[in-house]
C-alpha cells in the first residue's frame, strides 16, 4: 500500500502562482505525478515524473508547470505559474508503486483561479 498527503492549492487570481506538494509513504514508488479533474470533466493528466527525472506534461501546462521530486524523501511537487481560470480543479497525487506497479491516489486539492 502506498499512502499520499497533498498539500498547497488553494486560491488565487488568475496570473498569480500556487505550489502543491505530495509525500508517498508505505513503498518506494515508480512514477508520481498529478491529475486534475474539473467539475462535469473527467480527470486528466497534468505531469508525471519518473525517479530518473524525466517528466511528461499536458500541452495545456507545459511552459508555465514545472514537476519535481525528491527520490531520497519520496515526495512529488508542482509548481504552477501564470495561472489560469481554466486550471481551476481538484488536483490529485498520483504514484505508482515500484513493488506492485498498482496505481494510488491522494485525497485531492481544490484549485480555485479566478479571472
Known amino acids: 500500500q502506498v499512502q499520499l498527503v497533498e498539500s498547497g492549492g488553494g486560491s488565487v487570481q488568475a496570473g498569480g502562482s500556487l505550489r502543491l506538494s505530495c509525500a508517498a509513504s508505505g513503498s518506494i514508488v515508480s512514477v508520481m505525478g498529478w491529475y486534475r479533474q474539473a467539475p462535469g470533466r473527467q480527470r486528466e493528466l497534468v505531469a508525471t515524473?519518473?525517479?530518473?527525472?524525466?517528466?511528461n506534461y499536458a500541452d495545456s501546462v507545459k511552459g508555465r508547470f514545472t514537476i519535481s521530486r525528491d527520490n531520497a524523501k519520496n515526495t512529488v511537487n508542482l509548481q504552477m505559474n501564470s495561472l489560469k481560470p481554466e486550471d481551476t480543479a481538484d488536483y490529485y497525487c498520483y504514484a505508482r508503486s515500484a513493488w506492485s506497479s498498482k496505481d494510488f491516489w491522494g485525497q485531492g486539492t481544490q484549485v480555485t483561479v479566478s479571472s
Open positions: 515524473i519518473t525517479r530518473t527525472d524525466s517528466a
